[in-house]
């Protein structure tokens, strides 16, 4: 159940941060998962500024929020990733958005933006972009490298420490609702092998959730090898990626980055259960398979080629919307936060790198993270308290 008063302190601590905005005319468009947490971020966003559109993630729209969203007044565009590949899109679909005297802020998750980013430079009106995970992040790196007479700046909190407070729970999220899904389809987990590819936050939020709370036996792999002792340490077994193909009964892909390809499936077990940790298209490279486009089913499990993706490859557990709010409430408020903190450094400060992916310093981590960890009161007999406990004491981590 979320603790409704941590969340207050949550949302009231982002107020805080929106109150340090200039007041300079702005609007934002944001692109985001349609869930109720995005919608009190819309909402203090709101407060300093107009929020021009949401540009709502197809697979990821809780329809409770979505009708919060519009009682709100927002303005929920119809756009898709696809469209930004397509240069009109900016000058028939954006631009008209931004009203006289407006500057306008691109708060983007999971890079929708990045195939624009010549067509934005063109606008004077637009101040910078700022994107939240890890498969946008390297987007953003890869257009950067392509153009370097780029001239709008980037922020990103994808690789921030207060960013892995939310990447560990999402992980934690994610096997919760595997879990679920396999178990309302009369899969259990018990005396199943189960592979976890990516050791990451969430690959490794994943992984702790499997041992320690159901204590299941969980193999590893991840494609930097300099993990691989980090893997061993914390108490699982590192596999290769063959052998972990060939071996899972459950496969958990945690990776956000191409984790498994056409040339990977004639490896993969038969009949075994794949789950992703983000969009299809981001977390595999099928050229032969459009999950996407399989028909829709009722049990969310879709069998191909003999092997079995839950909801069609895309993260499993904005198929329990209540269940992904819970696992990730208060610490959510946490990522919001930073983006709102680079939302504050993009409009006032002066020489802002536009040839680089832009980030908070570690002392703005640092005092953001302590600031928020004492707003929301954190203590040890909380469940998602303890789980962070666990981060901040992580040698990866580094603690504060």
């Given at each position: 159940?979320?603790?409704?008063?941590k969340?207050?302190?949550?949302i009231?601590?982002?107020?805080?941060?929106?109150?340090?905005?200039?007041?300079?005319?702005?609007?934002f468009?944001?692109?985001?998962?349609l869930?109720?947490?995005?919608?009190?971020?819309?909402?203090?966003?709101?407060?300093?500024?107009?929020?021009?559109?949401?540009?709502?993630?197809?697979?990821?729209?809780?329809?409770?929020?979505?009708?919060?969203?519009?009682?709100?007044?927002?303005?929920?565009?119809?756009?898709k990733?696809?469209?930004?590949?397509?240069?009109?899109?900016?000058?028939?679909?954006?631009?008209?958005?931004?009203?006289?005297?407006?500057?306008?802020?691109?708060?983007?998750?999971?890079?929708?933006?990045?195939?624009?980013?010549?067509?934005?430079?063109?606008?004077?009106?637009?101040?910078?972009?700022?994107?939240?995970t890890?498969?946008g992040?390297?987007?953003y790196?890869?257009k950067?490298?392509?153009?370097?007479?780029?001239?709008?700046?980037v922020?990103?909190?994808?690789r921030?420490?207060?960013?892995?407070?939310?990447?560990?729970?999402?992980?934690?999220?994610?096997?919760?609702?595997?879990?679920?899904?396999?178990?309302?389809?009369?899969?259990m987990?018990?005396?199943?092998?189960?592979?976890?590819?990516?050791?990451?936050?969430?690959?490794?939020?994943?992984?702790?959730?499997?041992?320690?709370?159901?204590?299941?036996d969980?193999?590893?792999?991840?494609?930097?090898?300099?993990?691989?002792q980090?893997?061993?340490?914390?108490?699982?077994?590192?596999?290769?990626?063959?052998?972990?193909?060939?071996?899972?009964?459950?496969?958990?892909?945690?990776?956000?980055?191409?984790?498994?390809?056409?040339?990977?499936?004639?490896?993969?077990?038969?009949?075994?259960?794949?789950?992703?940790?983000?969009?299809?298209?981001?977390?595999?490279?099928?050229?032969?398979?459009?999950?996407?486009?399989?028909?829709?089913?009722?049990?969310?499990?879709?069998?191909?080629?003999?092997?079995?993706?839950?909801?069609?490859?895309?993260?499993?557990?904005?198929?329990?919307?209540?269940?992904?709010?819970?696992?990730?409430?208060?610490?959510?408020?946490?990522?919001?936060?930073?983006?709102l903190?680079?939302?504050?450094?993009?409009e006032?400060?002066?020489?802002?790198?536009?040839?680089k992916?832009?980030?908070?310093?570690?002392?703005?981590?640092?005092?953001l993270?302590t600031?928020?960890?004492?707003?929301?009161?954190?203590?040890?007999?909380?469940?998602?308290?303890l789980?962070?406990?666990?981060?901040?004491?992580?040698?990866i981590?580094g603690?504060?």
């Amino acid at each position: 159940m979320i603790n409704c008063d941590k969340q207050r302190q949550a949302i009231e601590f982002m107020d805080k941060l929106v109150s340090d905005f200039s007041d300079s005319r702005k609007c934002f468009i944001v692109v985001s998962h349609l869930v109720d947490n995005t919608v009190d971020f819309l909402n203090t966003l709101s407060t300093k500024g107009r929020v021009a559109g949401l540009i709502a993630k197809p697979n990821s729209i809780d329809e409770r929020a979505k009708i919060r969203a519009l009682q709100s007044g927002i303005n929920i565009l119809d756009l898709k990733r696809t469209d930004f590949l397509i240069n009109s899109t900016v000058s028939h679909k954006i631009t008209p958005l931004i009203h006289e005297g407006e500057k306008l802020i691109i708060i983007d998750t999971g890079g929708y933006f990045a195939p624009s980013l010549k067509k934005l430079n063109q606008y004077p009106q637009i101040m910078g972009i700022v994107e939240d995970t890890e498969n946008g992040l390297q987007k953003y790196e890869q257009k950067l490298s392509e153009y370097p007479d780029n001239k709008l700046p980037v922020f990103s909190v994808a690789r921030s420490r207060a960013k892995d407070f939310e990447d560990y729970l999402i992980g934690r999220s994610i096997a919760s609702a595997t879990k679920q899904l396999l178990a309302e389809n009369r899969v259990m987990l018990r005396n199943k092998k189960i592979g976890v590819i990516g050791f990451g936050e969430v690959g490794r939020g994943c992984a702790f959730y499997l041992k320690e709370c159901l204590k299941l036996d969980v193999q590893i792999f991840d494609s930097n090898n300099n993990v691989k002792q980090l893997i061993e340490a914390s108490g699982f077994k590192y596999s290769s990626k063959t052998n972990i193909l060939e071996s899972s009964d459950i496969l958990i892909c945690a990776t956000g980055n191409k984790s498994l390809s056409d040339n990977d499936f004639p490896d993969i077990k038969k009949g075994c259960y794949i789950a992703s940790c983000t969009s299809s298209e981001d977390e595999f490279n099928f050229s032969s398979i459009r999950l996407n486009q399989l028909p829709d089913n009722n049990n969310k499990i879709y069998p191909v080629q003999q092997v079995n993706f839950l909801n069609k490859g895309n993260a499993i557990n904005f198929v329990y919307p209540n269940l992904c709010n819970e696992m990730l409430s208060p610490y959510i408020y946490l990522t919001f936060s930073s983006l709102l903190k680079c939302v504050s450094k993009l409009e006032k400060e002066n020489n802002i790198s536009s040839t680089k992916i832009n980030t908070l310093t570690k002392q703005e981590e640092k005092e953001l993270i302590t600031d928020f960890l004492s707003t929301i009161k954190a203590e040890n007999n909380n469940k998602n308290d303890l789980f962070i406990q666990q981060i901040r004491k992580s040698k990866i981590w580094g603690g504060l």
